[in-house]
């Protein structure tokens, strides 16, 4: 048995990482020394797919199973019911050690205990998924709700415990502006009840491209109730009476507790486990990370390089010359806070590394999507970015290194498929576990990666990669494909549904914008050598006939296989 650490990163796609080829005229790579480290040490996979959003990226992971038999087709929220359900094969079940998970969780709903689905049913509160521990967040950090990186609802094993960071936050009495004096009470840190409710009462206090200014108050200022501010660097811009301003402290920075949470944990297990590390980095708000001054008060080393921290900085202050003398001229705030945050999350994913010994732990570090469209600098187009199931929504860097990754392949690259399936399948294969009879008539779509770590030349097992969006989610999956036509409760009507599957040469998307009852469109491209994250390279975008290639050629026979792929995946 051996120890294994998923670390999942949210909403970056490959092209957030300097390993994977950028198109020409995108320069600004995050730095990420430590990402780079377990490339340099493990297998990097080029040709490695997830789903195009949170939740069903997910269900894959923890299931081994593609959304249409888990009914997990779009994002789960905690106000809707529906699937994953409690029969589902979850992966803490499978496996014979301690597991836990700290972070985003984004699979609870009322139909499978809620905030307290990720863990077991024999639980109080009771969940679905089995974890021994969960620490985190339920969904997303929710800007339009006065919430921030440094300031979140915290939950604990299924119980909402505090507000993180509600001690920092403090509420505006009275100001007036920039250079003068303002006054704040310290939050009650009760839950939405601090006397505002939209997320313009926030004011400008720091959020990289959301607002302006540090927004950073050493603790020391604070005298019993009242916080008076009138140092003009804090840039209060005319608080208005009801907001709330919150105290950047770099202990309460979301990345560092998720991290903090999961390393107390591994430190107190006496044997072997498996640890799921999901990061709310780089999913929107966009807030720039801690400053290195704001770091350094509390003794810590900067997150972020100085490049970036100096391009964040000049777009704040609007220094155009700046800019464009550190390559950023023509950089979005939006951009360049991104790869602020990635820069900080790959701080955070050095300290997981530094606290392993990876001679008897395999790390599995993923992404669970593509980039927001926000995030996306030409020549990409980011109308195929998150959300759809083009290679530039879809496309994963995933990178596997540690105990299960043989000296002989350290440092190389993988060209052949994988999917998100499979490091469930590759875990569970590690330790033994024989899946037909632990989960008796369940199919599993992963297939083990291991040959491929010891052999990046191999051929492997996967022969296709196949991907989703589907809305809405559906209890009990796509059933029988009537969805639409029937009148059966269990089987809502699917309003959206869009499919691509590839195999080493070719991408088969396939668009049903009305549901399955509705007009089905495709678009074939070839990708023979490594997909393109544009997809540009298209052969059909119509209305699919055969008459569309010529019969009999390389581009015909890619089709049929394809369309065959698709039929046989059809639930």
Request: hydrophobic share 35%.
């Amino acid at each position: 048995m051996s120890k294994h650490l998923i670390i999942l990163v949210d909403d970056v796609g490959i092209e957030g990482f300097r390993s994977y080829a950028k198109p020409a005229g995108v320069q600004r790579y995050p730095y990420t020394p430590n990402w780079d480290y377990l490339e340099s040490i493990g297998v990097r996979f080029t040709r490695a797919y997830v789903s195009p959003i949170c939740s069903p990226t997910r269900a894959c992971l923890f299931t081994s199973r593609y959304g249409f038999r888990t009914g997990v087709g779009t994002n789960v929220f905690s106000g809707k019911p529906g699937p994953p359900a409690a029969s589902e094969p979850w992966l803490p079940t499978a496996l014979p050690f301690p597991s836990g998970t700290f972070g985003k969780w984004h699979l609870g709903n009322p139909s499978n205990g809620g905030p307290a689905s990720p863990m077991k049913p024999t639980d109080t509160p009771a969940g679905v998924a089995g974890f021994d521990e969960h620490k985190g967040i339920q969904e997303n950090i929710l800007a339009g709700s006065g919430f921030s990186y440094w300031y979140y609802p915290y939950y604990v094993d299924g119980t909402l415990t505090a507000l993180k960071g509600a001690a920092n936050v403090f509420n505006v009495t009275s100001g007036t502006g920039i250079g003068g004096t303002a006054t704040f009470t310290r939050s009650s840190g009760s839950w939405i009840s601090d006397g505002y409710t939209t997320s313009s009462q926030i004011g400008a206090v720091g959020f990289g491209s959301e607002a302006q200014g540090n927004g950073n108050w050493p603790v020391s200022a604070v005298t019993a109730l009242t916080l008076t501010v009138t140092d003009t660097d804090d840039l209060i811009t005319t608080p208005a009476s009801g907001g709330v301003v919150v105290n950047r402290t770099p202990a309460d920075y979301n990345p560092t507790v998720i991290v903090d949470d999961a390393l107390s944990w591994i430190a107190s297990q006496a044997g072997d486990w498996c640890c799921v590390v999901q990061f709310t980095t780089a999913h929107k708000p966009r807030h720039a990370p801690n400053t290195a001054a704001e770091r350094e008060v509390v003794g810590e080393e900067p997150s972020i390089s100085g490049r970036i921290e100096t391009a964040v900085k000049a777009i704040t202050d609007g220094d155009t010359d700046l800019l464009d003398e550190i390559g950023f001229g023509n950089t979005t705030a939006e951009v360049t806070t991104y790869i602020a945050m990635i820069e900080a999350m790959d701080y955070e994913i050095g300290r997981l590394i530094a606290a392993t010994n990876l001679s008897d732990t395999t790390i599995y570090a993923m992404t669970d999507n593509g980039p927001n469209e926000e995030s996306v600098e030409a020549p990409l187009d980011p109308e195929k970015a998150k959300f759809t199931v083009y290679s530039l929504g879809t496309k994963a860097p995933l990178v596997i290194a540690g105990e299960a990754v043989p000296l002989s392949s350290n440092g190389k690259t993988c060209e052949r498929m994988a999917h998100i399936v499979d490091l469930y399948r590759t875990i569970t294969e590690a330790e033994g576990v024989d899946l037909g009879t632990t989960f008796p008539g369940v199919t599993f779509d992963g297939v083990d990666l291991q040959p491929l770590l010891d052999d990046p030349e191999a051929v492997g097992e996967r022969e296709f990669s196949y991907t989703e969006f589907f809305d809405p989610n559906c209890v009990g999956g796509i059933l029988d494909g009537t969805a639409g036509t029937t009148n059966d409760p269990e089987v809502p009507l699917i309003l959206e549904w869009d499919r691509a599957v590839r195999d080493e040469n070719y991408t088969l998307c396939q668009f049903m914008p009305n549901g399955p009852t509705g007009d089905i469109t495709y678009e074939l491209y070839a990708t023979k050598g490594g997909d393109t994250q544009n997809d540009n390279q298209i052969l059909i975008d119509q209305g699919l006939s055969h008459a569309s290639v010529q019969a009999l050629t390389a581009h015909h026979i890619g089709l049929d296989r394809l369309l065959a792929e698709l039929d046989a995946l059809l639930p």
